[in-house]
C-alpha cells in the first residue's frame, strides 16, 4: 500500500533557529501534498496546500513567511519552521494523494514530528 | 467552508460490544470521504474511502456508510476488542481534507 515517511520523528530545538520537516512518498507519486498541524486533544488544522512545483497554498492565519513549504519532486515536500519560538512547538503531521480528492485511494498520512522549541 | 462534526465526543465501552460512530459534514460537494485512526502521539492510519458514488464500504470488522445528500456518514466497529482504542476521525475530501475533533474510544478488557 501507499506508504508516506516523515523525518524526523521528533526534534528539539532552540529558539530562533529553523528546523526542516521532510515527507516522501515511498511507492507513488504524490502531486499533492497536505501539512498539518495538531495542538494536544485537538484535531488537525491544515496549514497549508502544496501542489508539486507550484507555490503552496496557505490557510488563513498561517504566516507564509514562517512555514516555508518545498514541494520540489512528485515524492517530497518539506516544511521549514523559521525562527522557531516555543509557540511553534506542536504536532506537524503531512499527507500525501495522487490526484485532488484523493482519487481511488483518498491520502496517506505520515507518522507525524513533535517539534519542541526551548 | 466545511465543517464537520462527530459524535460522541468520546465512547467507552466493554470488549466485545458493537461501536457506532457518526460523522456530519455541512458540504455534500465532495469527491469522497476517508474514516483514519490515531493512537496517542501516533500519525493517521486510513481505514475505509468510501467514494462519493458509493453508499457503503467494508473491511473486516470496519463498515462505513455514506449518506452525501444529507452530509452524513458512520463508522460501525463489530466485537470492539481493546486494540481498537483509539480516536478515529472522519474527513470528506472537498479537493482538501477536512476534519472533525474525532471521537476518542476505549475499549474495557
Known amino acids: 500500500g501507499a506508504v508516506v515517511s516523515q523525518h524526523p520523528s521528533r526534534v528539539i530545538c532552540k529558539s530562533g533557529t529553523s528546523v526542516k520537516i521532510e515527507c516522501r512518498s515511498l511507492?507513488?507519486?504524490?502531486?499533492?501534498m497536505f501539512w498539518y498541524r495538531q495542538f494536544p486533544k485537538q484535531s488537525l488544522m491544515l496549514m497549508a496546500t502544496s501542489n508539486e512545483g507550484s507555490k503552496a497554498t496557505y490557510e488563513q492565519g498561517v504566516e507564509k513567511d514562517k512555514f516555508l513549504i518545498n514541494h520540489a519532486s512528485l515524492t517530497l515536500s518539506t516544511l521549514t519552521v523559521t525562527s522557531a519560538h516555543p509557540e511553534d512547538s506542536s504536532f506537524y503531521i503531512c499527507?500525501?494523494?495522487?490526484?485532488?480528492?484523493?482519487?481511488?485511494?483518498?491520502?496517506?498520512f505520515g507518522s507525524g514530528t513533535r517539534l519542541t522549541v526551548v | 467552508k466545511q465543517e464537520v462534526t462527530q459524535i460522541p465526543a468520546a465512547l467507552s465501552v466493554p470488549e466485545g460490544e458493537n461501536l457506532v460512530l457518526n460523522c456530519s459534514f455541512t458540504?455534500?460537494?465532495?469527491?469522497?470521504l476517508q474514516w483514519f485512526r490515531q493512537d496517542p502521539g501516533k500519525g493517521l492510519t486510513s481505514l475505509l474511502l468510501?467514494?462519493?458514488?458509493?453508499r457503503e464500504q467494508t473491511s473486516g470488522r470496519l463498515n462505513a456508510s455514506l449518506d452525501k445528500s444529507s452530509g452524513r456518514s458512520t463508522l460501525y466497529i463489530a466485537a470492539s476488542q481493546p486494540g481498537d482504542s483509539a480516536t478515529y476521525l472522519c474527513?470528506?475530501?472537498?479537493?482538501?481534507?477536512?476534519f472533525g475533533a474525532g471521537t476518542t474510544v476505549t475499549v474495557r478488557a
Open positions: 458540504d455534500s460537494a465532495i469527491y469522497n
Open positions: 468510501i467514494q462519493s458514488s458509493q
Open positions: 511507492d507513488f507519486q504524490a502531486t499533492t
Open positions: 499527507s500525501a494523494g495522487t490526484i485532488p480528492g484523493g482519487g481511488d485511494y483518498g491520502y496517506t
Open positions: 474527513a470528506p475530501h472537498d479537493y482538501k481534507l477536512s
